[in-house]
Nanobody
Framework: QVQLVESGGGMVQAGGSLRLSCAASGRTFSSYAMGWFRQAPGKDREFVAGISWSGGNVYYADSVKGRFTISRDNAKSTVDLHMNSLKPEDTAVYYC??????????????????WGQGTQVTVSS
């Protein structure tokens, strides 16, 4: 079992930045690929970014490429999502997730085994 807790959400104006953090506890954090997903009201949950267990490989959705950066610190059991140049369409609940198979490039939510409770990000125009 892995427990995940997100933090860092909030409200920001368009063009601004936020950093989300996800703290993991439980089984060995470094054994899992980690991902960030988001879900806007009335929409399906969508993949945002993924990072391999080692941190050496990352993958981004086209909609955030060049604006968001995913990183992890295995010593601290945390994974961060740095979000720059935020747009109103980035407004959503953001979730971190853990994948036992190290498929950091897999955009399907069903690939991931453990989920956090989510943190709200609101971008105003």
């Amino acid at each position: 079992q892995v427990q995940l807790v997100e933090s860092g959400g909030g409200m920001v104006q368009a063009g601004g930045s936020l950093r989300l953090s996800c703290a993991a506890s439980g089984r060995t954090f470094s054994s899992y690929a980690m991902g960030w997903f988001r879900q806007a009201p009335g929409k399906d949950r969508e993949f945002v970014a993924g990072i391999s267990w080692s941190g050496g490989n990352v993958y981004y959705a086209d909609s955030v490429k060049g604006r968001f950066t995913i990183s992890r610190d295995n010593a601290k059991s945390t994974v961060d999502l740095h979000m720059n140049s935020l747009k109103p369409e980035d407004t959503a609940v953001y979730y971190c997730a853990a994948d036992r198979s190290d498929h950091y490039y897999d955009t399907r939510s069903e690939q991931y085994d453990y989920w956090g409770q989510g943190t709200q990000v609101t971008v105003s125009s």
